[in-house]
């Protein structure tokens, strides 16, 4: 029984479906542990990443459901103009629903700033007020605008397009992995370069980095501290709200109560792995997707669901311990350092 266990665990691992399957798992988590980065590197730990990510996911569904009804009218599918304004009504609720949802997360992120930077309170407990504030909220937002209580099944929203990219989705295997996945996906590689770029080669981020390491030394050459952690918070929140729209209109089509089931954690924790960095932590997003991909795999089996439940927390367990550790030999090394 065991052996024939495992050997469906291997079939089903070792496919392109499964391959396929990491990339837009990953996707809401590489956009959050970007978030996180951010404002990492401005010296400010995000903790509201999940609730940045859940209120951008019920904006994007609710926005772009009102929008596509309004674009769309009286118009019935048995209407000869129907066909014409239904693409556009699509095309324009999504777009609005992303924008929509991005800027939600955007001002969150502002918010957050706002009462740590501005008011002084704690940044800790501060983002976990707006994850609490944020999971019921949600709850209650989605009744006033659907009447339901658990998931946005009566919201006709839209979608993010799906993409075929010309040659490679022919060729065998590759294109089974890397073609037919929507933008969102596509769009959350394209940040990885883009974040390294900001952090990394623009004055912006120079600055942000310079605040996060000595903001009295900032300060003093000059640098408004003030204005860089908003700068930092915002972009923070945008990269959150990439992230949660991706889970509702990319990742599946429609909005429920506590979707982000952690992903927000899980993106601070890769965030953490990859010690703030655009590679490490992509790498870290791509390790902790595919565990969260190999729970989803094993649902099909006889494996018991608490299991199957607990193994993207576990992954995420593991990755701060390990985290922890790195951390702890680097405070060694540098005391070893300053004390020769």
């Known amino acids: 029984m065991g052996e024939g266990l495992f050997s469906q665990i291997f ?26 980065l951010i404002a990492r590197r401005c010296g400010i730990m995000n903790l509201a990443l999940e609730g940045m990510m859940l209120t951008s996911a019920l904006t994007g ?20 103009a129907y066909e014409a304004v239904s693409g556009r009504a699509v095309a324009a609720g999504a777009a609005a629903g992303f924008l929509a949802g ?23 407990l501060s983002g976990l007020a707006i994850n609490t504030i944020s999971t019921g909220g949600t709850v209650f937002a989605l009744y006033l605008a659907a009447g339901e209580k658990g998931m946005s099944s009566s919201l006709n929203s839209c979608t993010m397009p799906v993409i075929d990219i010309p040659i490679i989705k022919d060729i065998p295997i590759i294109g089974e992995v890397i073609s037919g996945h929507n933008i969102m996906v596509y769009f959350a590689l394209l940040c ?14 120079l600055r942000i980095r310079a605040v996060g390491e000595n903001p ?24 959150c709200g990439f992230g949660g729209v ?14 982000t089931a952690g992903k927000g954690f899980i993106g601070m924790s890769a965030m953490n792995l990859g010690n703030a960095t655009p590679i490490g932590t992509t790498i870290a997003a791509f390790l ?44 060694k090394r540098l005391k070893e350092k300053h004390s020769k």
């Open 11 to 36: 079939d089903l691992l070792f496919t392109t479906s499964f391959a396929a399957s990491i990339l837009r798992v990953t996707t809401p988590i590489l956009f959050a542990a970007l978030g996180g």
């Open 61 to 80: 569904v609710v926005v772009s459901a009102f929008v596509r009804k309004a674009v769309l009218g009286d118009l019935m599918p048995a209407d000869a």
């Open 102 to 124: 991005v800027l939600c997360s955007v001002l969150m992120g502002l918010f957050l700033a706002y009462m740590a930077v501005q008011l002084k309170a704690n940044i800790y």
């Open 192 to 205: 990885v370069p883009l974040v390294y770029y900001i952090v990394m080669r623009t004055s912006t981020g």
């Open 216 to 239: 009295n030394a900032a300060e003093s050459v000059g640098v408004n501290v003030k204005k860089v952690q908003f700068q930092a918070m915002a972009l923070s929140g945008l990269f």
């Open 246 to 259: 991706s889970l509702s209109m990319g990742y599946v089509s429609f909005f429920s109560r506590g979707m």
């Open 288 to 331: 902790f997707g595919m565990f969260d991909a190999m729970a989803n795999i094993l649902q099909s089996l006889s494996v018991p669901s608490q299991f199957i439940a607990s193994i993207p927390y576990v992954a995420t367990l593991i990755g701060l311990i390990v985290f922890a550790i790195q951390t702890d030999r680097k405070t």
